[in-house]
Structure formats: C-alpha cells, structure tokens
C-alpha cells in the first residue's frame, strides 16, 4: 500500500517519556492503513520512522504540548480518525480538561466519567477492581508515615510502595526489609500524596498488550517478563510469550469498568503459591512489544483496521 493510498489519518502525541519505545509504533499504524502525523519535541526515536509522514514539533513541557494538541485539532479539516496519545505525563495534563468537547476524539476513556482518575491513579484503579471481585495483592491507600508503617506490618515484607501516578517504575519502589524502607519512602513521600502499599506476590511478572474497542478487548498477547532495564521494576527488555486461563476474564473485566478505546497493556503476576494471575496495573498507553504479534498469532495491524473500518473482529493469541 502506497502512502498516498492511506486511507485513515492518525495523530500520535508524544512528550518524550519512553520515546524509544514508541519508535517502532508507527509501523503498526502504516500497516492498518494510517497514515501517521507525529506531534512531539524534536530529537525523539520516533521521529525518525520513516513511517512518520509529517512531523508537528513542539515543546518538551506536557502543559505546551496539550494547549498545541488543542490548537492542532481545532484546524484539522477533516478531523483525524485517531489520535492516540503516546505516555502518561499527555493524559494526565489532558485530563486537566476533561469535560470540554474538544477531547472527545482524543482521550481513551470517556472523559466526563471516572474512569479518567480509574486509568491514571494507581489507588483508584485497585479499588475499583478489587470492588469487581478481581484477584489483587493485599494493598493499602495511606496518607502519612504512620499509616504506611502501620500497612507496612500488616501486608508483610517484600512490599511495594506506589505513588498514584507514574509509569516505566519511576514511581514505584520495591522494598525487601526494614532497612530500606527509609530511602524508598523518601523518594515518593516528599510530594505529600497518599502511598500505596502493597504486598509483593512471589511469580512470574507479566503482561498482556491488548487493543480495546471501547471496553471491549479485540486483540492481545500475552508474555511474562524476564528482564528489565535499568532496574528489575523499570520497562521490560525482554519477554517469553504465554497463555494463560485466567487473562481473558481480567482484560474483560478491565475493559467493561473503564471503558478503554486504543492500546493499552495490563500487568499481572503469575502467582507461584495459586497459579493464580493477579492484577496489578493498567498501563494506559502504546507499549514497545506490539511487533511480537509475530510470534503470538495475533495481528495488531489488522485488528486496527478493523476497527477503524468499523469490521471490528476478536483476535487472542494462539
């Protein structure tokens, strides 16, 4: 297919967080038939895909960005058929909007309901799954170091401690023993938001990749995690593809409760102890292991289109 024959237009935003991971998405996109616009700062991986067909830069500050997006798409005649927003530090500046119309064609989620704080805050998405009757570790929302030593005891060494936003384990800490509850503690109190504290569930960590056709998953692979970088809780470097009983009920679940339109992946662990997958977390956004469909019998690119062209069909890997 010839760029001139691209049959749907596509925005990409991106701010620069991740941005190397994101450089081989727009392949996918040319392959469902998009034709890519890139709005982000220069200097970034994906700038450089020869599948970008035009480039929008703009500032590195997500606040910049957003009030560009804004102004982007109140000139687009017509209007993008996607836009897709590329990491977090967009969604949570966009989300300073929710409500007004013009984000109607760019939010995953349905910006005038809850769902918004669902996929953005760590703390509303466990209560909100654990109140569907999904499988989660022990975790406490506390505000202030006495409630986090108090959930601390309760849920036991290891922990994790989370703040409400964050991806890539830039807001997350895991911590072994006493010793080093100090430091990680530190590191994520000093904006005075309330913590999370969570139990570390000894397993395999994984995830699934899925595409969402509002609420509902139409496309995913899963695979566990065997390497990270720079650190064991930073993004995945390495994956081993996997199947597993429990992922379709819990993308589902995940799906029906916020709604989510686009890409999107959820993590979980596989529960030494139960076999069990519990749930961890939504990443909200285009992850970097798309191109492993390949491998898993899925096809991205194709469950893309369809849902563009409206022909939208249920793709799982084999």
């Known amino acids: 297919m010839s760029k001139e024959q691209l049959p749907y237009e596509v925005l990409l935003v991106a701010s620069g967080l991740d941005s190397i991971g994101l450089a081989r998405f727009p392949y996918l996109l040319y392959k469902a038939g998009c034709r890519v616009t890139l709005l982000s700062p220069r200097g970034l991986a994906v700038k450089r895909s020869r599948f970008v067909a035009c480039h929008l830069p703009t500032s590195n500050e997500p606040e910049a960005i957003v009030l560009h997006l804004k102004e982007v ?23 300073k909007y929710h409500g007004e119309a013009w984000l109607d064609n760019c939010f995953p989620v349905d910006h005038r309901t809850k ?9 509303t998405f ?6 569907a009757g999904l499988y989660m570790p022990y975790s406490k929302i506390c505000q202030g170091r006495i409630e986090v030593e108090e959930a601390v005891k309760r849920a036991s060494y290891p922990i994790m401690l989370k703040s409400a936003q964050g991806c890539a384990g830039w807001a997350v800490r895991k911590v072994c023993n006493p010793s080093e509850f100090e430091s990680a503690y530190a590191d994520l109190a000093a904006t005075n938001e309330p913590l999370l504290i969570q139990h570390f569930c000894e397993g395999e960590l994984g995830a699934t990749d899925v595409l969402f056709n509002h609420g509902v998953p139409v496309c995913w692979q899963s695979s566990y995690i ?3 970088w720079p650190t064991s809780i930073s993004a995945s470097s390495a994956r081993v593809m996997m199947q597993h009983p429990d992922i379709e009920h819990i993308i589902s679940e995940v799906g029906r409760i916020t709604g989510f339109h686009g890409f999107a992946s959820v993590d979980w662990i596989q529960e030494t102890s139960s076999n069990r ?10 992850i970097p292991t798309y191109h492993l469909d390949r ?5 991205f690119s194709r469950s893309f289109n369809q849902l563009l062209s409206g022909q939208c069909t249920i793709a799982k890997a084999k």
């Not at 466990?126 to 109140?131: K, P």
């Not at 491998?295 to 096809?299: E, I, N, Q, R, T």
């Open 295 to 299: 491998y898993s019998g899925v096809s």
């Open 73 to 95: 798409l109140s000139t687009q005649s017509p209007p993008f058929t996607q836009v897709i927003i590329g990491d977090e530090l967009i969604l949570v500046e966009l989300a």
């Open 277 to 286: 997958l519990c749930l961890l977390e939504i990443n909200p956004r285009p």
């Open 126 to 131: 466990y209560h909100e799954m654990v109140n």
């Open 115 to 123: 769902a918004v704080e669902i996929i953005l805050s760590k703390h």
């Open 226 to 228: 065997r390497q990270s």
